[in-house]
């Protein structure tokens, strides 16, 4: 899948986007002591869920990297099958986290690791071999890298490119799909790829799969704890000793950018507009329509202030609906009302992605559920402003 263009969406390095006006200090100011409380319970609460989702794409990672383990110590097409789902199965608690990101916080501040846990799109051939060059890639370049490290697959990451995606989710996506060439289903790259005497560079091919889920695990891990709420002196003490208002800005803001911006526009309606598959999230492995689904389950997450872990049990508390309610009944009402629409409409875009971006009955139900999308976003920003706040709901240039 290699890009036409490079839009570095989500491999951008973020610094927060938010904006005070006087007006809205002066509001802050005449806050009442329990509207102050309920903000900070607010806060709490979001980083409780912050934690648990964040925890518990660990934990999926963390079983990914065994899938993975067994997959290449004995190749068939039964342990390709495995990994394959404990990939599909990774992608839903952290796609949730996709709402965390947009305002400086750990994921996304100078030394942020998204970039290397999620960076799209890429470039097939920086990794390995695709369809007309058998020996294209890091894992056939034994001369140049003849020990594959994961110091080496960190520091290749963008170098040169931001499609030169060496790490993350979607690096380990293609060495388990291969190239997407089909219209209508994923990429069938064989098991024999891993099967020494039969895939060209199959050890290497191995070494690099394992290698890639060690640094993804190893990035979640620095996000648990960031967000840990054991721990002394980490984000979540310093985000939580801020002021209530200053949190709710940043949270605001990331998931009125997810929702007005990130999704609606790159991760959906770009490809709409292209018709194009090089445009999609997950292509290797046709699942972009559950990563479009799981970052807006994200955002009614944090506006309801409750998140379904991975087991079933839920992490609960005041959400930001309540919030808003208390300066705003009507709007926290259609807030609420939005958001459900909202999860409707992606809900309904038929899959695969790439074949509803193309097929004219279908491209009405995706831009749909872009319209809605980003009229989600705008009462968003319009929330903030009822909480005597202003947030940038858009992409940096």
């Known amino acids: 899948m290699k890009p036409t263009k490079c839009r570095c969406q989500c491999q951008c390095q973020w610094s927060p986007v938010v904006f005070v006006i006087g007006a809205a200090i002066a509001l802050v100011g005449?806050?009442?002591?329990?509207?102050?409380?309920?903000?900070?319970?607010?806060a709490s609460t979001y980083a409780d869920i912050v934690f648990a989702s964040y925890e518990d794409s660990l934990e999926a990672a963390r079983s990914l990297r065994e899938a993975l383990t067994n997959f290449t110590a004995n190749p068939s097409e039964e342990t390709l099958?495995?990994?394959r789902d404990s990939w599909l199965a990774a992608r839903e608690p952290y796609g949730q986290t996709e709402a965390y990101r947009f305002y400086g916080g750990p994921i996304d501040d100078e030394d942020g690791p998204e970039a290397l846990i999620n960076a799209w799109p890429l470039d097939e051939a920086y990794i390995d071999y695709v369809e007309g060059d058998d020996s294209a890639g890091i894992i056939n370049a034994v001369e140049e890298h003849p020990e594959l490290t994961a110091e080496l697959l960190i520091s290749s990451n963008e170098a040169g490119a931001e499609e030169n995606?060496?790490?993350?989710?979607?690096?380990?996506?293609?060495?388990?799909?291969?190239?997407?060439?089909s219209e209508s289903g994923a990429g069938v790259r064989p098991h024999t790829d891993y099967v020494e005497g039969e895939g060209n560079n199959a050890s290497r091919r191995a070494q690099y799969l394992n290698l890639a889920a060690d640094v993804l695990v190893g990035h979640l891990q620095e996000l648990v704890v960031a967000w840990d709420p054991s721990g002394s002196g980490n984000y979540r003490a310093s985000f939580l000793a801020q002021e209530p208002d200053s949190a709710l800005q940043a949270i605001l803001t990331g998931i009125g950018v997810l929702s007005k911006s990130e999704l609606a526009g790159e991760r959906m309606f770009t490809a709409l507009d292209n018709q194009s598959q090089e445009d999609e999230h997950s292509c290797f492995s046709d699942n972009t329509h559950r990563d479009i689904i799981v970052n807006a389950v994200g955002i009614a997450n944090v506006l309801r202030g409750s998140y379904e872990r991975v087991d079933g049990t839920t992490v609960t508390g005041t959400g930001l609906i309540e919030v808003i309610a208390e300066a705003d009944e009507a709007l926290a009402a259609d807030l609420r009302e939005r958001s459900a629409a909202t999860l409707e409409a992606v809900e309904a875009i038929p899959v695969p992605f790439d074949r509803a971006i193309v097929e004219p009955d279908q491209r009405v139900l995706v831009l749909e559920a872009v319209y809605r999308l980003q009229e989600l976003g705008d009462r968003i920003a319009d929330a903030a402003s009822a909480l005597g706040l202003m947030i940038n709901t858009a992409l940096p240039e």
């Open 30 to 42: 005449c806050t009442s002591q329990d509207s102050t409380e309920q903000r900070s319970a607010a």
């Open 81 to 83: 099958a495995a990994a």
């Open 165 to 181: 995606v060496s790490t993350g989710f979607h690096a380990i996506e293609f060495l388990l799909w291969g190239q997407d060439l």
